[in-house]
């Protein structure tokens, strides 16, 4: 079984520069998470999707982060304009009815410069 | 609110002593519980979790951890420790199987030869 695939796996960007990063959940998995996890912190939620309704977006700077997962399947992930803060790693993970734990993917480290 | 937190950032333990990583949590209702292990550049993968049912949970990699909901605590164990199991280690909570995962801030296990 396929995991949970993001790319690109990294990505360099000059502040106020925008950048979108692509989230694909394991086959059939209703809930879709997008995490951000900043150097030496635990990943801290951004937005929850179920198929394609927002669940919890109450962390996500929504003056710049936006999100979307058309279709229930797919997911991006766009900062526009970047600051050097959202420097971190930026997590994808998803789940299903009857399932417990949520599985990872490798993530996007982003460095804004 | 939940919360988790994990007692420690940095432990350091020679090859073949126990390894002991701290973790409580808060939360209203019997949460579920996770702890996932993290590699440089790499995603969460699954240690172990709790969900109901006998309170010692045995996980991959030869860990294990105990829900002591008097406690209120999952701390994380390994009787021996190998070179391999440096990394950095994230108890979360969960309070549904709907629900997001909370993260503790990490520890980072660090083994010497």
């Excluded at chain 1, 990505?11 to 694909?24: G, P």
């Excluded at chain 1, 991006?76 to 993917?105: H, M, N, R």
Aim: with cysteine; hydrophobic share 35%.
């Amino acid at each position: 079984e396929a995991g949970v695939a993001q790319s690109p796996r990294y990505k360099i960007i000059e502040k106020r520069q925008s950048v979108a990063f692509w989230c694909n959940p394991i086959s059939g998995h209703a809930t879709l998470y997008w995490y951000q996890q900043i150097l030496g912190q635990g990943p801290k939620l951004l937005i929850q999707f179920q198929n394609n309704g927002v669940v919890d977006d109450s962390q996500l700077p929504k003056d710049r982060f936006s999100a979307e997962r058309l279709k229930g399947v797919d997911s991006t992930l766009k900062i526009q304009p970047a600051k050097l803060e959202d420097s971190a790693v930026y997590l994808c993970a998803s789940t299903d009815q009857g399932v417990t734990e949520a599985f990872f993917g490798q993530g996007t480290r982003l460095t804004v410069v | 609110a939940q919360s988790v937190t994990q007692l420690g950032s940095h432990v350091s333990v020679s090859e073949g002593a126990l390894v002991l990583l701290r973790c409580n949590y808060s939360s209203s209702v019997p949460p579920y519980l996770f702890w996932y292990v993290q590699y440089p550049n790499q995603g969460l993968q699954l240690l172990l979790k709790y969900t109901t049912g006998a309170t010692l949970v045995k996980g991959i990699n030869g860990f294990e951890a105990e829900f002591k909901k008097s406690e209120t605590s999952f701390h994380l164990t390994k009787p021996s420790a190998h070179m391999s199991d440096a990394a950095e280690y994230f108890c979360a909570v969960r309070r549904n199987q709907g629900g997001k995962l909370i993260f503790g801030q990490g520890t980072e296990l660090s083994v010497k030869p």
